[in-house]
């Protein structure tokens, strides 16, 4: 099973801040690694998909990089409206296993 | 546009099993990979699983394998996530979703398991 290590578990920062949170899976997974972010009482809303590039309508803040097992979600100036929890799942093979999650909370 | 529509909150009593559907509409069912991921209250996201309805093929997370069945009935693109032996660690939203890295969600089911 591909296991999939999330950090920071929670974050705080300042709107405008550039923030960056990190996906390592445990095995490579090529470039197949999605973004999510998840506000209370909602399903998951796609962010990012095949390691970086931008779902349709997502705003060009959001940017994610990286191959094999290490995976970024970068956010270049924080706004308040992304206040919530991002996920990272891999879906490389059978599997589509999440990171544990970032709680980001805007000062 | 793709449209998931899950049935509603379910209430179960330890031991007992569920079902929950998962209706699709606005893309050709067959066509895609349908999973299933639950989130217990103020936990993250699980993946349990998909079924390809094409084929009625499954795979299932090695931590629900004997406890999970999903199904599909093609006449009315729905597909089904079946859970047995519940036990109040199976309180969680339910949902399906068209494939992986995907922009297409249900809306979530709730399931509540207490005696």
Known sequence: ????????????ASVGDRVTITCRASQSIDSWLA?????????????IYK????????????????????????????????????????YNGDEGTFGQGTKLEIK | QVHLVQSGAEVKKPGA??????????????????????????????????INPNSGGTYYAQK???????????????????????????????YCARGAGTTDWGQGTLLTVSS
Not at chain 1, 1 to 12: A, H, K, R, W, Y
Not at chain 1, 63 to 89: H, K, M, R, V, W
């Open chain 2, 64 to 94: 629900f394998q004997d406890r999970v069945t999903m199904t599909r009935d093609t006449s009315i693109s729905t597909a089904y996530m079946e859970l047995s032996r519940l036990t109040s660690d199976d309180t969680a939203v339910y």
């Open chain 1, 51 to 90: 390691a970086s590039s931008l779902e349709i309508g997502v705003p060009s803040r959001f940017s994610g990089s990286g191959s094999g097992t290490e995976f970024t979600l970068t956010i270049s100036s924080l706004q308040p409206d992304d206040s919530a929890t991002y996920y990272c799942q891999q």
């Open chain 1, 35 to 47: 973004w999510y972010q998840q506000k209370p009482g909602k399903a998951p809303k796609l962010l």
């Open chain 2, 17 to 50: 099993s569920v079902k929950v559907s998962c209706k699709a509409s606005g893309y050709t069912f067959i066509g895609y990979f349908m999973h299933w991921v639950r989130q217990a209250p103020g936990q993250g996201l699980e993946w349990m699983g998909w």
């Open chain 1, 1 to 12: 099973d591909i296991q999939m290590t999330q950090s920071p578990s929670t974050l705080s």
